[in-house]
C-alpha cells in the first residue's frame, strides 16, 4: 500500500514535469516561429508603423552599416513619433548585417563621455552616423509646422535622405574663397572668423576647405559649392572668368556675403548672367519694431523657398547687422530658364541710403535717389536683402530638365561670423542655403504624417462639476455600496 501511494506520488510529479516541459517546449516553438516567419500588419489609418517601399527599397540596398543616436537631457521622455520610427529602421534592417540600422539614446548630462564622443551639446538631436561620415537632423527637420503649430511628422522622409547621404561614398566639399580679404573658415575671432559656421558644416557631413583662385588660378573639380564671406578686394578679370565658367559650363554654386560699400566687382556676372541687382547703398528702417536695442535689423518677410521654409513655417526672425538691398534685375526679363527670388525682405518703412559715405547717414528718405521698395516687385513695397538666382536649361522641347547653376546673394557681409551665427535665424537661413544650393534639399517621395489632436474644451462650471464630481460623488458611492452590503450580511 505504500509502495502504491508512493507510486501514484512520483506518477503525479512526472506528470506535472513533463507538462511544464511541454507547456515550455510549446512556449519556445511558438517563439521561434514567430521570430523566424512572423507577419506585421500595420491597421493605423495613416500607416504610423510602417516604412513606405521606397524606404525599404533603399533600406534593403544599404551596403554600409549607420548608427543612430538620440539625445535627450533625462527631464523629458523620448518623443514616441521618433521612437517608434527608428524602430522600424531597425526592424527593416535586421535581415541585411552589412547595411544594418542601429539606435542608442544618450542622456547629455548623464552620459558624458558619450557626449563628448559624439561632440553633440543639444537634446532632441537626431545624429546619423557611417563609418566617418556624420548627418545631424534637428527637430525642425523632423516636423511641419503652419503657424507655429506642428502640423505633419516627415522624420520619415528627412532620416532616408540622411540616412542615404551619409552612407554615400561620395563627400560634398564646400570651399570658402580666400584670395579677396574674405572671412576665414579657420579662424576662430568673434568678429572676422567664420569657425563656429565650418564646425556645423563638419557636423553635417561636409568637408570643408580654403581656396585661393588668385594663387591657384583654377576652382577644383571637387567643389560642390563656393562660398564667400564679405570679400574686400574686388576680383579681377581673370577670377570673374572663373566663376563664371565654373558657374556655366560647370554648373556651379556660389553663395556671397556683401557687406555694404564693398565692392567685389562682381556685378557684370551677377546682372548679366543671373539677373541679380546688388545696390550700393545701406538699408537703413526707423521702424521700432524693425530695429534691436543695438541697431540691428530685424527682418520677418520672405517668400516660401527651401531655404526660407524653416523661417516661414516656424515664424522665425532672421537678426543682421549693416545691410545693402538685393533684389532681382527690374528692368531685364529674366532670361530662358533663368529664376530669380527675393528670399527675404525688410518692412516697407525701410530704405536704402544712397551715397551715404559723402553725404553721411540721414533720417528721412530722399526721393530720386534714395531706393525704395517697388509695388510691381515681390514682396512688394519692400527691400530685399537676400535673393535666390538658379538656372535650369530645357532640353530642347522635351519637359526634362538638367540641373543648372546657383547662386544666392546676402546682402551683408557678418551674418554667419563667430559673433553673429548664433543670432535668430541666421545659422538656419545658411544652412539651408548652402543644402540647397548643393542638392541636399531634394525631397524624397515619402507622404508625410498627420498630427493627430484630441482636445477636451470645458467651461469653468463643467470643470467644477467634474472636480465634485471625482472628489465627492464616486467616493460617496463606493460608500453606499459597502454600506449594503454590509447590511445585507448582517441581515
Not at 567643389?223 to 577670377?239: C, E, G, I, K, T
Not at 530645357?394 to 563667430?418: A, H
Amino acid at each position: 500500500m505504500i509502495d502504491s501511494f508512493r507510486a501514484a506520488r512520483w506518477i503525479r510529479t512526472l506528470n506535472l514535469v513533463l507538462q511544464a516541459v511541454l507547456f515550455l517546449t510549446f512556449v519556445g516553438g511558438l517563439n521561434f516561429l514567430a521570430r523566424s516567419h512572423s507577419w506585421r500588419y500595420d491597421l493605423t489609418r495613416y500607416r504610423r508603423f510602417s516604412l513606405t517601399a521606397e524606404s525599404l527599397a533603399y533600406l534593403h540596398e544599404l551596403s554600409l552599416p549607420v548608427h543612430i543616436v538620440v539625445t535627450s537631457n533625462g527631464e523629458q521622455a523620448d518623443d514616441p513619433q521618433v521612437k517608434g520610427l527608428l524602430r522600424e529602421y531597425v526592424y527593416a534592417t535586421e535581415a541585411n548585417p552589412a547595411g544594418r540600422v542601429t539606435v542608442e539614446y544618450v542622456d547629455l548630462y548623464q552620459d558624458r563621455r558619450k557626449t563628448e564622443k559624439y561632440g553633440i551639446q543639444d537634446p532632441g538631436m537626431v545624429l546619423l552616423l557611417c563609418g566617418d561620415k556624420r548627418r545631424v537632423l534637428t527637430p525642425s527637420n523632423l516636423y511641419r509646422v503652419e503657424n507655429k503649430t506642428v502640423k505633419d511628422f516627415i522624420g520619415e522622409q528627412a532620416v532616408t535622405a540622411a540616412i542615404l547621404d551619409v552612407s554615400n561614398p561620395d563627400r560634398k566639399k564646400i570651399y570658402f574663397l580666400v584670395g579677396h580679404g574674405e572671412l576665414r573658415p579657420d579662424d576662430v575671432d568673434p568678429a572676422r572668423g567664420l569657425s563656429m559656421a565650418r564646425d556645423q558644416l563638419r557636423l553635417r557631413n561636409y568637408d570643408v576647405e580654403t581656396l585661393d583662385i588668385v594663387t591657384a588660378r583654377k576652382i577644383p573639380p571637387d567643389a560642390a559649392l563656393l562660398v564667400s564671406v564679405a570679400p574686400q578686394d574686388p576680383f579681377n578679370a581673370y577670377d570673374q572668368e572663373l566663376l563664371r565658367q565654373y558657374l556655366g559650363a560647370g554648373a556651379g554654386r556660389l553663395i556671397l556675403f556683401l557687406a555694404p560699400n564693398s565692392h567685389p566687382g562682381l556685378n557684370d556676372l551677377m546682372i548679366d548672367d543671373w539677373g541679380v541687382l546688388v545696390d550700393d547703398d545701406m538699408i537703413l528702417d526707423l521702424a521700432s519694431d524693425s530695429l534691436t536695442e543695438d541697431g540691428d535689423l530685424i527682418i520677418r518677410a520672405y517668400t516660401p523657398h527651401p531655404i526660407t521654409q524653416i523661417l516661414v513655417d516656424y515664424k522665425k526672425e532672421l537678426r543682421i547687422g549693416l545691410a545693402r538691398s538685393v533684389r532681382p534685375l527690374p528692368v531685364r526679363p529674366t532670361a530662358a530658364g533663368l529664376t530669380v527670388v527675393t528670399l527675404a525682405a525688410t518692412s516697407t518703412s525701410a530704405w536704402g541710403e544712397v551715397g551715404y559715405a559723402q553725404r553721411g547717414i540721414q533720417t528721412t528718405f530722399t526721393p530720386g535717389v534714395d531706393i525704395k521698395g517697388m509695388p510691381q516687385m515681390d514682396p512688394p513695397n519692400r527691400l530685399g536683402v537676400a535673393v535666390a538666382s538658379e538656372r535650369v536649361p530645357v532640353r530642347g522641347d522635351l519637359p526634362s530638365s538638367i540641373p543648372g547653376g546657383k547662386l544666392v546673394v546676402v546682402g551683408t557681409g557678418d551674418m554667419i561670423s563667430n559673433a553673429r551665427i548664433t543670432n535668430t535665424g541666421a545659422e538656419e537661413f545658411f544652412l539651408d542655403a548652402v543644402n540647397w544650393t548643393v542638392g541636399r534639399d531634394v525631397a524624397l517621395n515619402v507622404p508625410s504624417r498627420p498630427i493627430e489632436r484630441f482636445s477636451l474644451s470645458l467651461s469653468a462650471g463643467e470643470l467644477a462639476r467634474l472636480r465634485y464630481t471625482l472628489m465627492l460623488a464616486l467616493p460617496g458611492i463606493a460608500a453606499l455600496l459597502g454600506i449594503a452590503v454590509y447590511w445585507a450580511r448582517r441581515t
